[in-house]
């Protein structure tokens, strides 16, 4: 099959990201910072796992009111991730049960995953991020 018939995913100059957010989504710029680079990488068509662990699956809860700390709503920009070629949103299993949260308390259609698949999304990545 000729390079070009192979499909996106076989493009040689397409990297793979796997950007783990750990930090609540006000107070810090961590999380913000971590969904710039999720957009920037989707923008240029490389592939982004994207990843809530610890206080970072805080950020998947709505409704959010951030306008009450002067900031900028970020689960909004969350929800446009699939608009930006972001297909599926990972969420560390024992991170979400740990802080006394289920599934159905997200605002988004998310990925439940254990350490192992933790695992396999860093040591498959090209790159990887962690903020």
């Known amino acids: 099959m000729a390079a070009t018939d192979a499909g996106p995913d076989a493009r040689p100059d397409r990297k793979s990201f796997t950007l783990i957010s750990r930090q609540a989504p006000y107070g810090t710029d961590g999380a913000q910072i971590c969904l710039e680079l999720a957009l920037a990488a989707a923008v240029y068509e490389q592939r982004v796992n994207y990843l809530f ?16 700390i002067a900031s900028k709503n970020l689960l909004a920009a969350l ?10 949103v990972y969420v560390h299993r024992h991170s979400l049960e740990s802080r006394g949260l289920a599934v159905t308390d997200l605002a988004l259609e998310v990925e439940l995953v254990d350490d192992e698949q933790v695992t396999r999304l860093v040591r498959e990545a090209d790159m990887v991020f962690s903020l």
Do not use: H, K, N, S
């Open 79 to 88: 929800q446009a991730l699939e608009v930006y070629g972001v297909d599926t």
């Open 53 to 68: 662990v610890e206080d970072g699956v805080y950020q998947l809860l709505g409704p959010q009111q951030p306008d009450a």
